[in-house]
């Protein structure tokens, strides 16, 4: 899964994040390999506890112990972000590399103001007076359709709705116009009408300002139509990366073909929709070879030993000693 060096934003090469508990080490995420090109738009996709969040968390430097992160190689941007010292690390987060929460209320400071908190976002990485701060704030509340932004930065956050709180964590992300963005399921707590706008308004910023963006979902429906690319995550590990149309129109691993299926259609209406059998393994005890063996229907003997991500097509990588189109 290798793409000309020179033209990545990001570059990640056999990512390991592992927490070492009492009762064993949990490997939450497990050699994990990500490319990124500038102004690319990728999908992190998988259920809960597949190691997706980890995985952005890892990217910007926020896993605490009992956690820890190695690496073959993080690049970023001409960075080698694993001998980066911490006052340059933090320097770059919020300035070069951004995130955007679950939860908003997890970026905005519910006892200031939202003039406030933007403006010391804007000064804490630029030399600019209050008043320049103030006016790039405003201008980019207008740009996540925000109403009225100037009254807006008057308020504090618990006089926002939800949607309302979650755009200003994302004009938040833009301020300093950063050059990758990493989305934690940021719409998941929010209407249908609001997600929609949010991912438009996502999406078109991207396309204008030249972003990266990783959009970490559970949600197939949602990143097919957002994304250029897809990766799925399971137990920690890439098992199918592509370009979104060859994913979604021709998946190759057993999961994928689960995560597509269990999506309502029009044409599915009053059928009962697909369920992948059993739950995700304990990434405390997960069975050698293939960790999605124990669900998938073409498991054979040969699943004992781990598989590795092999091109199946141009740009289309499959992590499954069984591979190939369902029919």
């Known amino acids: 899964m290798t793409t000309a060096t020179s033209s990545l934003l990001l570059d990640v090469q056999g990512l390991k994040t592992w927490f070492h508990t009492r009762e064993g080490i949990i490997k939450a995420v497990d050699g994990v390999s990500l490319q990124l090109k500038h102004g690319e738009i990728l999908g992190l996709v998988g259920e809960s506890g597949s190691g997706k969040s980890i995985t952005g968390f890892s990217l910007m430097k926020l ?27 933090r320097q770059l987060r919020g300035r070069d590399m951004a995130m955007i929460f679950q939860d908003p209320m997890m970026t905005l400071n519910p006892t200031l103001r939202v003039d406030t908190q933007m403006i010391e976002a804007i000064q804490a990485h630029n030399r600019v007076s209050r008043k320049a701060a103030r006016a790039r704030a405003i201008q980019v509340l207008g740009m996540v359709g925000i109403p009225s932004p100037a009254d807006r930065l008057l308020v504090y956050p618990h006089q926002l709705s939800g949607g309302m709180r979650q755009r200003i964590a994302i004009a938040i992300a833009l301020l300093n116009a950063p050059k990758l963005i990493i989305a934690d399921e940021p719409t998941t707590a929010l209407d249908v009408t609001i997600q929609g706008q949010i991912l438009y308004e996502v999406q078109k910023l991207c396309r204008e300002m030249g972003t990266a963006l990783i959009w970490i979902t559970h949600d197939l429906a949602i990143v097919s139509g957002l994304a250029d690319r897809l990766a799925v995550m399971y137990a920690g590990r890439i098992v199918e990366t592509g370009p979104t149309g060859q994913i979604i129109g021709a998946a190759q691993h057993p999961y994928t073909h689960g995560l597509i299926s269990s999506i309502p259609s029009i044409s599915t209406r009053g059928e009962t929709l697909f369920q992948i059998p059993g739950s995700t393994p304990s990434l405390l005890n997960l069975p050698p070879g293939c960790p999605f063996q124990a669900r998938c229907y073409r498991a054979t003997e040969q699943c004992v030993n ?13 992590s499954c000693w069984h591979k190939g189109v369902q029919t």
Do not use: K
Request: no cysteine; glycine share 8%; charged share 20%.
């Open 63 to 89: 896993i605490d112990a009992p956690g820890r992160i190695q690496a073959d190689r993080i690049h970023f941007n001409g960075h080698d972000l694993q001998t980066l010292p911490a006052d340059a690390y």
């Open 306 to 318: 781990t598989p590795v991500l092999e091109e199946a097509a141009a740009g289309h990588w499959v």
